[in-house]
């Protein structure tokens, strides 16, 4: 996964999130949000995390299932506080979903860290209210590797302007 990889892609980015990390570094500023939607659930692995952590999860799909994110009226069926999501990061499907999440209801996904500083970002960036820096994270489960691209999970609404507050990455002490 990610732009620095000889390894083939999975079909339809289905790159599990097995990294505990990663649901770690969001909690904290989950502030009020007790449900979410998965509308990229794949195996459910964020699900069970997100779960773990106390949430409730309204809805879980997956394209896999026949439940494409895209066209699915997934917020007719239930009601929640949040979109939660691990996206493919392929532009030509991140791009439509940042724009029809934001509308439904606040979105935090997680993707490439790179993808802020390119020029195909700033339509997106007056709508991120955060940027959570993450690091690399395991995606294949039983490897012992990390990927080699930084991961950020991302948070959109359609009501905020102004662009993103970064968050770093702690240091250990």
């Known amino acids: 996964m990610g732009k620095r990889s000889s390894f083939v892609r999975l079909e339809r980015d289905a790159y599990q999130t097995i990294d505990p990390r990663a649901v ?11 449900s ?3 509308p990229c659930a794949g195996e459910g692995f964020l699900v069970g ?6 949430l409730i999860c309204a809805y879980e799909g997956d394209i896999t299932t026949g ?3 895209l066209v699915h009226p997934f917020d007719e069926e239930a009601v ?13 499907i991140l ?23 390119t020029k195909q970002a700033a ?3 007056d709508q991120c209210s955060h940027i959570i820096s993450v690091g690399r994270l395991k995606w294949i489960p039983g490897s012992p590797h990390t990927s080699k691209d930084n991961c950020a ?8 302007v102004g662009g993103p507050r970064f968050i770093g990455r702690e240091v250990a002490a």
Request: hydrophobic share 45%; proline share 7%.
């Open 80 to 92: 929640f506080d949040a979109i939660i999501s691990n996206v493919p990061w392929k532009r030509d």
């Open 36 to 38: 979410f939607a998965e």
């Open 153 to 160: 999970w991302y948070r959109f609404h359609a009501q905020h």
């Open 49 to 54: 995390e997100l779960q773990r952590h106390g």
């Open 67 to 69: 439940l494409d994110a």
């Open 95 to 117: 791009h439509p979903m940042i724009q029809r999440f934001q509308a439904i209801a606040p979105t935090w996904l997680l993707f490439d860290a790179d993808w802020a500083h």
């Open 123 to 125: 339509p997106f960036l």
């Open 24 to 34: 770690d570094k969001l909690i904290p500023h989950l502030r009020g949000v007790k």
